[in-house]
Every structure is written in structure tokens, then in C-alpha cells.
């Protein structure tokens, strides 16, 4: 079986870059909506290498999510009815996105997103504070995915610290969710 891991020489090039940079403190929604976007992000599958800046794809096929470097348009009719929306790695290793239309429609990629919104709240009903659920290691995780769930989890840490939220339990955080719940995605600003 191929690893998609690089080779032992381009880690630390690798790892370096998904160190997280320009972290500061941020309000408690839009913190919320980059966990929530990041998380739905990194649970997709994807065998690449993503880059800061760089535009890529969110689907959900064949009852999962996908990560692609292929816009909606260049795939088939069937594909693109899964497209959820255009995905953008930000320079502190959050995730955002520009939702599909599809998301505002009764559709299966809208179910998708709903169940895991509903998911995500279910998790956040702890007493534990948002540092201790993130992911800094899942090991089941392929490595570009567990790569960038640990910067996530570095960022988000830092994002805390800086704002004086640290000590903030997961409930607490619920608070901050929407009702709406394509409203909890964070935008691209």
C-alpha cells in the first residue's frame, strides 16, 4: 500500500508550512464558524497537499465528504450536484467557504451539512473548554487531513489564548450558534 506521506526529506518543509501564521484574537462567532468550516473541511477525503490561497472544492458524494482541486464546472452533472462550495486554506490554518447555492435548496448535500452541523453541536455539549476537543492528533486520519487538523488545533488555541476565551466550556461556546445552520460556514472575507 502507497503512502501519500512525502518523503523524510520534504517533512519539515511540509510541516513548516502548515504552521500557522498571523493568528489573532477574534470574536466568539467568527471562531466558532472557522472550527466549524475547518472541521467540516478536514472530515472530507482529499490526497493532496493544500496551499494558502488556493481555491479548492467541497462535495458531498456517494454519502460522503469530498476535497477536490476540480471546480464544479468540469465535473459531471451528478458530481456537481454535491458541491457544496469553494474552500480557501487561510494563512492561521483555518479553513473558509463560499457556500453553494445548493446548500440553500432541499437537496442531499444540504441533509449533509445539516447532520453534521447537528454533530458538531452535539459535541460542543460538554463542560470541557474548545481546546480540549480539538484535534491536535487523530491518528485515523490520512496525513494531509491529520497535518492540518493539528495546525487548526494550534491556530485555535492561539485564537483563544489571544482573546481571553481559553476557559470558556464548550457550552458556553453553543451559545454562538446559529439557527440557521449554513450560517455557522465561515465566509471568505
Known amino acids: 500500500m502507497k503512502s501519500n506521506a512525502p518523503h523524510k526529506s520534504g517533512s519539515h ?3 513548516h508550512k502548515t504552521e500557522p501564521r498571523g493568528v489573532v484574537a477574534k470574536p466568539q462567532p467568527q471562531v466558532l464558524a472557522e472550527v466549524f468550516t475547518s472541521r467540516l473541511v478536514l472530515s472530507a477525503t482529499f490526497k493532496f497537499r493544500p496551499a494558502v490561497g488556493v481555491a479548492t ?3 458531498w458524494v456517494d454519502d460522503e465528504w469530498s476535497l477536490s482541486l476540480i471546480a464544479p464546472a468540469e465535473w459531471t452533472d451528478a458530481r456537481r450536484a454535491g458541491f457544496a462550495g469553494t474552500c480557501v ?3 492561521d490554518m483555518t479553513w473558509t467557504i463560499t457556500p453553494s447555492d445548493r446548500l440553500a435548496a432541499d437537496t442531499p448535500v444540504a441533509d449533509a451539512l445539516s447532520r453534521f452541523y447537528d454533530g458538531f453541536a452535539l459535541m460542543l455539549n ?3 473548554t474548545l481546546e480540549e476537543i480539538l484535534p491536535f492528533y487523530v ?3 490520512a496525513y494531509y487531513q491529520r497535518l492540518h487538523a493539528s495546525a487548526l488545533s494550534r491556530s485555535v488555541r492561539a485564537t483563544v489564548s489571544r482573546g481571553g476565551q481559553g476557559s470558556m466550556s464548550c457550552r458556553q461556546w ?3 450558534l446559529p439557527r440557521q445552520k449554513t450560517a ?3 465566509h471568505a472575507v
Open 13 to 15: 518543509a511540509v510541516a
Open 184 to 186: 455557522l460556514l465561515a
Open 57 to 59: 472544492y467541497l462535495y
Open 126 to 128: 460538554t463542560e470541557l
Open 174 to 176: 453553543t451559545r454562538q
Open 89 to 91: 486554506l487561510q494563512r
Open 139 to 141: 491518528g485515523k486520519l
